[in-house]
């Protein structure tokens, strides 16, 4: 029997950042099956208690190895038949990803790697990226549906940052990443913010903490659902959520019938 569902994405910045500040209540107030967070830089007997009173079925928490670093962290309330964290993808531990197949649609929760520290750790973020694809086309031909949120760390298209020549030369908009995009949209796979908004300008899903960019809606968009093109059909809706405020990024979801 199908259900009507709503996940969310945030990448947090700091768990316990987030939960000193508060700042998770409002998942209270929504009707939210599945909750997906990155960057929670935290091993799991970190993970405070007070993030919010809700009481999800399952939470599965993908720690990295090195600790106040990185980390992804999934609550559910459906129940799942198989969960990985892809050590094969992830190959420096750093828990980027958390795998949940409910029947046939896998979920997938990852904190795509940034490749702005240096030449090496972007050769790094354009391999996770191939063999990422390559796990999901494996998955696709065993017949699975594939829905896919978090940080991506790459914005898409020039409506997807306020300033694209400013930052043509940076990662996060090369040409290489971007390309990418590129690749996995001709794989079959659609972004569902833009499936359900089109080409709508000035909604970012991440500011930087300086020169007041929130304030001034100087953001990107790199936080993303994508989802198999065969679930098209079952997309309800797909938001980001930009008024909750806690991280430098803010929440984005989709509703969608599975």
């Known amino acids: 029997m199908s259900q009507s569902i709503e996940i969310i994405s945030w990448n947090v910045n700091g768990i316990r950042a ?11 107030d929504r009707d939210t099956d599945i909750l997906c967070l990155q960057e929670i830089k935290a091993q799991k007997e970190q993970i405070p208690e007070n993030l919010f009173d809700k009481e999800f079925l399952e939470v599965h928490i993908n720690s990295a190895s090195k600790k106040g670093y990185s980390g992804t962290a999934t609550f559910s309330m459906l129940k799942s038949d198989f969960v990985s964290t892809c050590p094969e993808i992830d190959t420096t531990n750093e828990g980027r990803i958390i795998e949940i197949h409910y029947d046939d649609v896998v979920l997938f929760n990852v904190y795509f790697p ?3 520290r240096d030449e090496e750790r972007l050769n790094h973020k354009m391999k996770f990226y191939d063999d990422f694809l390559s ?3 494996a998955l696709r031909k065993d017949g699975k549906s594939i829905i896919i949120c978090g940080d991506v760390n790459t914005a898409h298209r020039e409506i997807d940052l306020k300033n694209p020549k400013a930052n043509a030369k940076t990662s996060g908009f090369l040409p290489i990443e971007r390309a990418w995009i590129d690749k996995l949209l001709e794989y079959g796979y659609i972004d569902t913010f833009r499936y359900v908004h089109g080409d709508i300008i000035d909604k970012y899903s991440w500011w930087s903490y300086r020169h007041q960019a929130r304030a001034k809606n100087v953001g990107w968009r790199i936080d993303y659902f994508f989802i198999s093109e065969d679930l098209a059909e079952n997309l309800e809706d797909a938001f980001i959520l930009d008024e909750i405020e806690g991280s430098d990024h803010c929440p984005v979801g989709i509703r969608i019938e599975i």
């Open 135 to 137: 796990h999901c086309e």
């Open 18 to 28: 987030v939960a000193n500040k508060e700042a998770l209540k409002w998942i209270d």
């Open 114 to 116: 940034n490749g702005q």
